[in-house]
């Protein structure tokens, strides 16, 4: 009896390592649902694979050193209507990749549009990422955005020109708001979400928007001519100090919880750490008859993007404690028009002087 009970439990064992490889029933943790419940390519938790940031492939890079000791601020500072930067960047390129979801794993995914830099592919690392070019205006952000691509039917519409994607305080106290840690990466969203959840998604800002219509789960289907296709969707922005990316892509991150008889925005004490909120604005030059327009892989609802930070930290450093914690609104410089004795965080070439 025994050795038939060290038999079966052997067997439980092989079973067990045979699904870890081969990801059989893999989860996705943001919806519950499994693998095999969406468009192929459209997981949120791909099967493990060893990649350059993750060695071991079980999807948890660890933060070195990691943030801690922190507690989470409840303090509201003389009252600033902006402190906020932008980073506006055009787009790079497309690919079927997804550095996050999908490391080392070149065509495995649907088709993304990719922004900032312009190297990143399925086999992006921070080490490959940092310092390289980038469509960004500051030359400084190296980091790599990318979102579903956008089609009319056969063809493929590209954002034009450089686009809004705004560092701004997800908290009360803009003052407690420190810069990303080297290497920080996410996902915003889910490609499996349904309409109600895109809809009730903590990054929600106004749905999809053209002419006067807006606050649409999906993409209108006309819209006046002249007129762009809009979106605006915010990232998590509090992080938990310890994990750079977590099997799921988005449990290391959470959103501001808003304190109860205050109304102020505080970081959960089980993320601590307040980062900037990035709000990512998109607009595609597309208008008249809508019908034919989609995502890739997708309807409107599963618009989802993510973000892989590759900053050259003195930069971002500058950005962030002049505009944001400085309670400025500023451009790609670190300037605000409205404040302008308060000067800029960057030269007029967008570097550090």
């Excluded at 930067?85 to 390129?93: E, I, K, Y």
């Excluded at 469509?135 to 979102?147: E, F, I, K, L, V």
């Excluded at 309807?299 to 993007?305: A, D, P, Q």
Aim: charged share 20%; hydrophobic share 35%; net charge negative.
């Amino acid at each position: 009896m025994e050795r038939r009970s060290r038999a079966f439990s052997a067997l439980l064992v092989c079973i067990a390592l045979v699904t870890m490889v081969f990801g059989v029933g893999t989860i996705t943790a943001a919806t519950g649902r499994s693998a095999g419940d969406g468009p192929a390519g459209h997981t949120m938790t791909a099967a493990a694979m060893p990649s350059g940031d993750d060695p071991d492939g079980d999807g948890y890079i660890p933060a070195d050193p990691p943030v801690t000791g922190v507690t989470p601020s409840g303090r509201e500072p003389a009252p600033r209507r902006f402190h906020e930067f932008q980073s506006n960047c055009a787009v790079s390129h497309t690919a079927p990749d997804d550095p996050i979801t999908y490391p080392a794993q070149p065509g495995r995914s649907r088709d993304h549009t990719f922004l900032g830099n312009t190297s990143a592919d399925a086999h992006s690392t921070t080490a490959s990422l940092y310092g390289g070019a980038t469509t960004c205006r500051t030359p400084g952000d190296s980091s790599a955005y990318w979102m579903p691509s956008l089609h009319d039917g056969d063809g493929k519409i590209l954002p034009a020109g450089p686009q809004a994607i705004t560092y701004k305080a997800g908290v009360t106290d803009y003052t407690s708001v420190r810069p990303f840690p080297k290497g920080l990466r996410f996902v915003v969203g889910s490609p499996l979400q349904s309409a109600e959840e895109f809809r009730d998604h903590g990054g929600w800002v106004a749905g999809w928007e053209c002419g006067d219509s807006s606050h649409n789960v999906d993409i209108p289907r006309t819209c006046p001519a002249g007129t762009q296709l809009t979106l605006r969707m915010r990232a998590p922005s509090c992080w938990d100090g310890r994990y750079l990316d977590t099997p799921d892509h988005q449990s290391h991150m959470a959103y501001p919880v808003v304190t109860p008889g205050t109304g102020a925005g505080v970081c959960p004490a089980s993320h601590p750490v307040a980062l900037p909120m990035i709000e990512f604005g998109m607009a595609w030059p597309v208008d008249g008859d809508m019908s034919r327009v989609r995502l890739a892989g997708g309807r409107g609802y599963s618009f989802h993007y993510a973000f892989f930070d590759a900053w050259h930290e003195p930069t971002l450093k500058a950005l962030v404690e002049h505009c944001v914690v400085g309670g400025l609104q500023c451009d790609a410089r670190g300037h605000d028009r409205a404040r302008p004795r308060e000067g800029a965080a960057l030269g007029p070439d967008y570097r550090l002087p």
